[in-house]
């Protein structure tokens, strides 16, 4: 369609997967295991359940187009001022908000060669050119990311932990990283699996923002929050920033639900410490697995890990999905001989363990 925007062309289409319900049907296989989203298995809490609930007569009305309980709430609890912050329908939402609002054709936009998959495709469908750094132990090159830098540099992505490797990148090394960054570059710091990291060492990425204002942070409500399928995202970044991305975003861009899902589940320290607890839990397990099997995995800080499972990756997806469990296919981010696998309950970490088991021992 010669229509559309060169950058859109170019573009290949997300790889969401089939409904579960269609892959059950057409599998002929009943509940499904699903840890291939990084979504949290814990499922809503029942204090979010009801302020749904309670939020359902509200929804012949719009939204509150400005999010100003979300936006209070948040900025009481990380110390920011209101006009920090920028709402999105997911923290997807504003990665494309961003790239929208500061980059065009002329320029480039830089990220890590195994990164997140939307850094490339809001620099694509804008017509900007991505530019993919060669990753060092599979986790960002900093130095080569700075080396990337040109002229028509806008901005670089960089996710911590990182999907789809799960790997960190020290307080230290991103402050040394901030330091050299030109002021005319914009640095997107996506920290949507932050709070799985300690505290002891999450970066003081908000409070960064205060000193560098071309740096930009992303959160989201959809991992350790379990707010996936609400979609309910943020971004903080100096004032200036937020200004412009709130200029430019549509109005509603958070419906009536997902704002107050995030209220409730911002408040609820309660779910925060089990998603947390869970994750080490589950982490620990496949680790486990992984390490009595001499399985090479990517040591992660997410809520999964990728799994080297040599070259017939593609054949142990296609074998695990039918003995009920769907995990993620990395071959699209340079990595065709792992599978990232999504931690789960104990009980569905143990059933993913119990397949491999088995398709191990058939492929030997
Ligand atoms: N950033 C990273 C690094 C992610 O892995 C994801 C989700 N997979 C997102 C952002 C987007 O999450 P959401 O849009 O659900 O907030």
């Known amino acids: 369609m010669q229509l559309a925007n060169v950058g859109v062309r170019n573009l290949q289409p997300y790889q969401a997967g089939k409904p579960i319900e269609e892959l059950e049907r057409e599998l002929g296989i009943r509940d499904i295991i699903k840890l291939a989203s990084n979504e949290n298995p814990l499922g809503l809490s029942s204090k979010v359940r009801a302020a749904l609930q309670d939020t359902l007569a509200g929804l012949a009305r719009y939204p509150d187009a400005n999010g100003f309980y979300l936006k209070s709430k948040l900025a009481k609890k990380f110390a920011l001022d209101t006009a920090q912050i920028t709402l999105g329908n997911g923290s997807n939402d504003v990665l494309e908000l961003i790239a929208r609002t500061f980059v065009n054709a002329e320029h480039e936009v830089i990220y890590s060669q195994h990164a997140f998959v939307v850094y490339p495709l809001v620099t694509q469908a804008i017509g900007a050119k991505g530019v993919a750094v060669p990753a060092r132990d599979y986790g960002?090159?900093?130095?080569?990311?700075?080396?990337?830098?040109?002229?028509?540099?806008?901005?670089?992505?960089?996710?911590?932990?990182?999907?789809?490797?799960?790997?960190?990148?020290?307080?230290?090394?991103?402050?040394?990283?901030?330091?050299?960054?030109?002021?005319?570059?914009?640095?997107?710091?996506?920290?949507?699996?932050?709070?799985?990291?300690?505290?002891?060492?999450?970066?003081?990425?908000?409070?960064?923002?205060?000193?560098?204002?071309?740096?930009?942070?992303?959160?989201?409500?959809?991992?350790?929050?379990?707010?996936?399928?609400?979609?309910?995202?943020?971004?903080?970044?100096?004032?200036?920033?937020?200004?412009?991305?709130?200029?430019?975003?549509?109005?509603?861009?958070?419906?009536?639900?997902?704002?107050r899902a995030a209220e409730v589940a911002l408040d609820d320290d309660d779910y925060l410490q089990q998603s947390v607890a869970v994750n080490e839990a589950g982490m620990q397990q496949l680790v486990n697995f992984c390490e009595q099997h001499g399985l090479p995995y990517i040591p992660s800080r997410g809520n999964f890990l990728t799994i080297e499972v040599g070259e017939n990756a593609g054949e142990i997806y296609q074998q695990l999905l039918h003995a009920g469990i769907i995990v993620r296919p990395v071959a699209g981010y340079e990595l065709p001989r792992h599978l990232r696998v999504s931690i789960g309950l104990p009980e569905e970490n143990e059933a993913f363990i119990q397949a491999m088991k088995e398709i191990i021992a058939n492929l030997c």
């Open 140 to 259: 960002h090159d900093l130095d080569a990311m700075l080396a990337a830098i040109t002229a028509k540099t806008r901005m670089i992505f960089i996710a911590n932990p990182n999907n789809p490797t799960g790997t960190f990148l020290t307080t230290e090394a991103i402050a040394a990283f901030l330091a050299k960054v030109p002021e005319n570059v914009l640095i997107v710091l996506d920290e949507a699996y932050s709070e799985y990291v300690s505290e002891a060492e999450r970066a003081p990425s908000f409070r960064w923002v205060q000193q560098y204002p071309n740096l930009v942070v992303s959160r989201t409500f959809s991992k350790a929050y379990g707010l996936a399928g609400l979609r309910a995202g943020y971004m903080v970044s100096h004032p200036a920033i937020a200004d412009l991305m709130n200029r430019a975003r549509q109005p509603f861009n958070m419906n009536s639900l997902s704002l």
